[in-house]
């Protein structure tokens, strides 16, 4: 079992940044790869960043390339989204999620067992 805590949203103009955390518990955090997902309301969730067990590997959305960076601190179970250049439509509950099985590096929702609750970003414009 993977317990799963994220932090950080709010509310911000567009330009500003901010960043979300994402607390894990239960399973060696150090040996899964952890992913950042986001659900505006009215769409489906999608994938925003992604990054593997020893954190040399991560892959973004296009839509957040250049803007956002994904990071994690195994020593404190932590994952971090840094985001920045924050747009309107960046507005979404953003969720963190653990992939506790597959062993790569996925934008795939189906390949993340556990989820976090959620935290709220709103952008204004």
């Known amino acids: 079992q993977v317990q799963l805590a994220e932090s950080g949203g709010g509310l911000v103009q567009a330009g500003d940044s901010l960043r979300l955390s994402c607390a894990a518990s239960g399973r060696t955090f150090s040996r899964y790869s952890m992913g950042w997902f986001r659900q505006a309301p009215g769409k489906e969730r999608e994938f925003v960043a992604v990054?593997?067990?020893?954190?040399?590997?991560?892959d973004y959305a296009d839509s957040v390339k250049g803007r956002f960076t994904i990071s994690r601190d195994n020593t404190k179970n932590l994952v971090y989204l840094q985001m920045n250049s924050l747009k309107p439509e960046d507005t979404a509950v953003y969720y963190c999620?653990?992939?506790?099985?597959?062993?790569?590096?996925?934008?795939?929702?189906?390949?993340?067992?556990?989820w976090g609750q959620g935290t709220q970003v709103t952008v204004s414009s």
């Open positions: 999620a653990a992939d506790t099985d597959s062993g790569f590096v996925t934008s795939s929702l189906r390949s993340y067992d556990y």
């Open positions: 990054i593997n067990w020893s954190g040399s590997i991560t």
